[in-house]
């Protein structure tokens, strides 16, 4: 009996040691057995030789192929992705397009049987051939019919796009919706002024004087190195037609043609503990790592970018965490979360993607009780920054049912909005960093964003104000308020915060209840409101901040070495003088006030490039320097306020202010490949 008691201990310590884990090997082109002598030649290869709770280790170099990761591991032995260490291991939807044949002055053409999306050499993507060229202003469209409120020019390029249409296209400014959308043509009217829309173009919805454009998508319309069109063969067949700034660069061309590059479960079958570390992933005609259905995923140490959705879009996901990511410059979102809990987003980047920074979304389906909403999701110390592209960008929103939501020593720079939220209760938002909107810094939107607390956060230069806020029962606390009013709706009680507007002149708070006031001392608001009570204006004495903020809105005036100051109604010359420093766009180049008009202002050095949208001027007066610091200094009025966060830290990578970068190092073939604050590729599709 002892001896059966004895055998039976063992057998259970026996059992409940883990089973070994198998690590696997994988290197482009290979042909062996997974071994680290001989490895696997495809990631695919790989896991179909995979167990449960195995490594599968991608060896420098690139894996053009669809990973498909459905293989669960256990919380002691999860199944791990990665790239070799210190090795640059790329997923990616790119594939080569090659056969080039020369097609005179100076261009090239190709044929493939994917429809581009968009033309890159290397991971650049290159301008699609416009009219007018980007250096001049858009044209503009008197109504829904697509006629041009002026006469076009004689002569070519117009004479040869009428003349045969290929497969044009009308890149729109859509004023009714605030977006650019891309329409195909079936030709052009030189006659009478008309753009004439293929089959099944929905025409622009009728506004007489605000819809723009420019025609795009044309060889003939191809003016400056770079530039490139495609044209519709028939039998999924597609002509690329392209002038290389260099000939080497007909040696490097790509499309996106794959998509998504990693896929994580499927919505039929659930995935549980996996982590994906230390890959390069880019070039999906999607996603480009999509997880779905999944329990217990990490995604850590991954570069997403130029992928044609969302740098990451996760759905109906529990015990989801995303940390010391890079999503940059793909078309959608930089990290997506949709319908999922128990959710961290920390110390990740994301920047110059074309839509949204950081989406937390609940009903994405749009079908009332379609999906469940988002529950208890943290977003902590991560950089956002410079979505300002396209049609509605926010460095964060929030949207369809978000629940339990904490936003936590987060930088959020350089804006549609900083954060954007509607259908979200009972969150908080503490101890960030939001600066550098276009439009409000943050929304409490929709009259359905209710129980938030505003605690320590530095907030403003708004182009609009700092918080547009509806909902009920919000609570702010210790925040401080840099260039900007506060309105003081009825839903809010406030108090303890430092306000600094942008002029003596200017309120500090506002309210429209019972009837509108503007207060420009807090205890004019407390009279009228009982809140601000201990409040305080005063100059925070920070390190070294804008002296303020205002919006050039984009305008025929502008151009390189000019920006057109009237937003709105109103005219903002007169906060700049010759000789202030201003900053544009966040971009971290100090540039000096020439001369003053009536509406504009001159500037040297030159951006880049005529400005897409509008701009961010951030007028440092006499500062000698624009690296931003929100720090307070032995002068600052006590007790402190405001964000305690090392911004300059944040932005070199170190986002938990140790002294170490937390981020991947970016590759120096993509670090030349962004975009930049003032020079945006702007996409074929518009968004």
């Given at each position: 009996?002892?001896s059966w008691?004895?055998?039976?201990?063992?057998l259970?310590?026996?059992?409940?040691?883990?089973?070994?884990?198998?690590?696997?090997?994988?290197?482009?082109?290979?042909?062996g057995?997974?071994?680290?002598?001989?490895?696997?030649?495809?990631?695919?290869a790989?896991?179909?030789?995979?167990?449960?709770?195995?490594?599968?280790?991608?060896?420098?170099?690139?894996?053009a192929?669809?990973?498909?990761?459905?293989?669960?591991?256990t919380a002691?032995?999860?199944t791990?992705?990665?790239?070799?260490p210190?090795?640059r291991a790329?997923?990616?939807?790119?594939?080569?397009?090659?056969?080039?044949?020369?097609?005179?002055?100076?261009?090239?053409?190709?044929?493939?049987?994917?429809?581009?999306?968009?033309?890159?050499?290397?991971?650049?993507?290159?301008?699609?051939?416009w009219?007018?060229?980007?250096d001049?202003?858009?044209?503009y469209?008197?109504?829904?019919?697509?006629?041009?409120?002026d006469a076009?020019?004689?002569?070519?390029p117009?004479?040869?796009?009428?003349?045969r249409?290929?497969?044009?296209?009308a890149f729109?400014?859509?004023a009714?919706?605030n977006?650019?959308?891309?329409?195909?043509?079936?030709?052009?009217?030189?006659a009478?002024?008309?753009?004439?829309?293929?089959?099944?173009?929905?025409?622009?919805?009728?506004r007489?004087?605000?819809?723009?454009?420019?025609?795009?998508?044309?060889?003939?319309?191809?003016?400056?190195?770079?530039?490139w069109?495609?044209?519709?063969?028939?039998d999924?067949r597609?002509r690329?037609t392209?002038?290389?700034?260099?000939?080497?660069?007909l040696?490097?061309?790509?499309?996106r043609?794959?998509?998504?590059?990693?896929?994580?479960?499927t919505?039929?079958?659930?995935?549980t503990?996996?982590?994906?570390?230390?890959?390069e992933?880019?070039?999906?005609?999607?996603?480009?790592?999509?997880?779905?259905?999944?329990?217990g995923?990490t995604?850590s140490?991954c570069?997403?970018?130029?992928?044609?959705?969302?740098?990451?879009?996760?759905?109906q996901?529990t015990?989801l965490?995303?940390?010391?990511?890079?999503s940059?410059?793909?078309?959608g979102?930089g990290l997506?979360?949709?319908?999922s809990?128990?959710?961290?987003?920390?110390?990740?980047?994301?920047?110059?993607?074309?839509?949204?920074?950081?989406?937390?979304?609940?009903?994405?389906s749009?079908?009332?009780?379609?999906?469940?909403?988002?529950?208890?999701?943290?977003?902590?110390?991560?950089?956002?920054?410079?979505?300002?592209?396209?049609?509605?960008?926010?460095?964060?929103?929030?949207y369809?049912?978000?629940?339990n939501?904490?936003?936590?020593?987060?930088?959020?720079?350089c804006?549609?909005?900083?954060?954007?939220?509607?259908?979200?209760?009972?969150a908080?938002l503490?101890?960030?960093v939001?600066?550098?909107?276009d439009?409000?810094t943050?929304?409490?939107g929709?009259d359905?964003?209710?129980r938030w607390?505003?605690?320590?956060n530095t907030?403003?230069?708004?182009?609009?104000?700092s918080?547009?806020?509806?909902?009920?029962?919000?609570?702010?606390?210790?925040?401080?308020?840099?260039?900007?009013?506060?309105?003081l709706?009825?839903s809010?009680?406030s108090?303890?915060?430092l306000?600094?507007p942008?002029?003596?002149?200017?309120?500090?708070?506002e309210?429209?209840?019972?009837?509108?006031?503007?207060?420009?001392?807090?205890?004019?608001?407390?009279?009228?409101t009982g809140q601000?009570q201990?409040?305080?204006?005063?100059?925070p004495?920070?390190?070294?901040?804008?002296?303020?903020?205002?919006?050039?809105?984009?305008?025929?005036?502008?151009?390189?070495?000019?920006?057109?100051?009237?937003?709105?109604r109103?005219?903002?010359?007169?906060?700049?003088?010759?000789?202030?420093t201003?900053?544009?766009?966040g971009?971290?180049?100090?540039?000096?006030?020439?001369?003053i008009g009536?509406?504009t202002?001159?500037?040297?050095?030159a951006?880049?490039?005529?400005?897409f949208?509008?701009?961010?001027v951030?007028?440092?007066?006499a500062?000698?320097?624009?690296?931003?610091s929100?720090?307070?200094?032995?002068?600052?009025?006590?007790?402190?306020v405001g964000?305690?966060?090392?911004?300059?830290?944040?932005?070199?990578?170190d986002?938990?202010?140790?002294?170490?970068?937390?981020?991947p190092?970016?590759?120096?073939?993509?670090r030349?490949?962004l975009?930049?604050?003032?020079?945006?590729?702007?996409?074929?599709?518009g968004?």
């Amino acid at each position: 009996m002892r001896s059966w008691v004895v055998l039976c201990l063992l057998l259970a310590a026996a059992l409940s040691r883990p089973t070994w884990a198998a690590e696997w090997f994988v290197q482009p082109g290979a042909t062996g057995d997974g071994s680290a002598a001989r490895p696997f030649g495809t990631v695919a290869a790989a896991l179909r030789g995979a167990k449960a709770g195995d490594t599968v280790t991608l060896r420098a170099g690139v894996y053009a192929e669809t990973v498909r990761l459905d293989l669960s591991g256990t919380a002691d032995q999860p199944t791990v992705l990665r790239g070799a260490p210190g090795e640059r291991a790329i997923v990616t939807g790119f594939r080569p397009l090659t056969g080039w044949q020369p097609a005179g002055a100076g261009l090239y053409a190709a044929e493939t049987e994917t429809e581009p999306d968009g033309l890159f050499v290397g991971v650049a993507p290159q301008p699609v051939s416009w009219w007018p060229a980007a250096d001049q202003p858009m044209r503009y469209l008197t109504g829904p019919e697509l006629t041009d409120r002026d006469a076009f020019p004689g002569g070519d390029p117009l004479g040869a796009v009428a003349a045969r249409p290929a497969s044009v296209m009308a890149f729109c400014y859509n004023a009714a919706s605030n977006t650019f959308d891309t329409l195909p043509l079936a030709g052009l009217s030189l006659a009478n002024r008309a753009l004439l829309p293929a089959a099944g173009v929905r025409p622009l919805p009728a506004r007489a004087n605000g819809h723009r454009y420019r025609l795009a998508n044309h060889p003939a319309l191809i003016s400056g190195p770079g530039q490139w069109a495609y044209e519709k063969l028939g039998d999924k067949r597609y002509r690329v037609t392209f002038r290389p700034a260099a000939a080497a660069d007909l040696q490097r061309t790509q499309l996106r043609a794959a998509g998504p590059a990693l896929a994580v479960g499927t919505w039929n079958r659930r995935v549980t503990k996996v982590r994906v570390e230390n890959l390069e992933i880019s070039g999906s005609r999607d996603a480009g790592v999509q997880i779905g259905g999944c329990d217990g995923v990490t995604l850590s140490g991954c570069i997403l970018h130029h992928n044609a959705g969302n740098g990451l879009f996760a759905r109906q996901c529990t015990q989801l965490r995303v940390e010391h990511c890079l999503s940059l410059a793909n078309e959608g979102t930089g990290l997506g979360i949709a319908s999922s809990r128990q959710v961290v987003i920390e110390g990740n980047e994301s920047a110059y993607n074309l839509v949204d920074g950081l989406v937390v979304a609940g009903n994405v389906s749009g079908r009332p009780d379609g999906e469940p909403t988002a529950e208890d999701v943290l977003v902590r110390r991560n950089y956002l920054h410079h979505h300002i592209y396209m049609s509605h960008p926010d460095n964060m929103q929030t949207y369809r049912g978000v629940r339990n939501l904490r936003i936590e020593e987060n930088v959020m720079l350089c804006g549609g909005q900083a954060l954007m939220t509607e259908e979200t209760e009972d969150a908080s938002l503490t101890g960030n960093v939001l600066l550098g909107t276009d439009a409000f810094t943050v929304i409490f939107g929709h009259d359905n964003s209710s129980r938030w607390r505003v605690e320590r956060n530095t907030v403003g230069f708004g182009g609009w104000g700092s918080f547009l806020i509806s909902g009920q029962e919000h609570r702010f606390q210790g925040n401080l308020l840099l260039g900007n009013t506060l309105n003081l709706a009825a839903s809010v009680t406030s108090d303890g915060n430092l306000f600094w507007p942008r002029d003596a002149a200017s309120p500090m708070a506002e309210t429209g209840a019972p009837k509108w006031q503007k207060f420009t001392e807090p205890a004019q608001a407390y009279a009228a409101t009982g809140q601000e009570q201990h409040s305080r204006r005063a100059d925070p004495k920070l390190v070294n901040v804008p002296a303020l903020q205002a919006v050039a809105p984009s305008a025929d005036a502008n151009r390189a070495d000019r920006l057109s100051m009237t937003f709105g109604r109103r005219n903002e010359t007169n906060l700049f003088a010759v000789g202030d420093t201003i900053e544009i766009n966040g971009d971290s180049v100090p540039r000096r006030v020439t001369a003053i008009g009536a509406e504009t202002i001159d500037f040297a050095p030159a951006l880049p490039a005529r400005p897409f949208r509008d701009c961010l001027v951030w007028n440092w007066k006499a500062s000698p320097s624009v690296a931003l610091s929100v720090r307070p200094t032995d002068q600052s009025p006590q007790p402190a306020v405001g964000a305690d966060l090392d911004v300059s830290a944040c932005q070199r990578g170190d986002l938990d202010g140790d002294g170490q970068r937390d981020l991947p190092v970016l590759p120096e073939e993509l670090r030349l490949a962004l975009p930049g604050p003032n020079a945006p590729v702007v996409p074929l599709q518009g968004s």
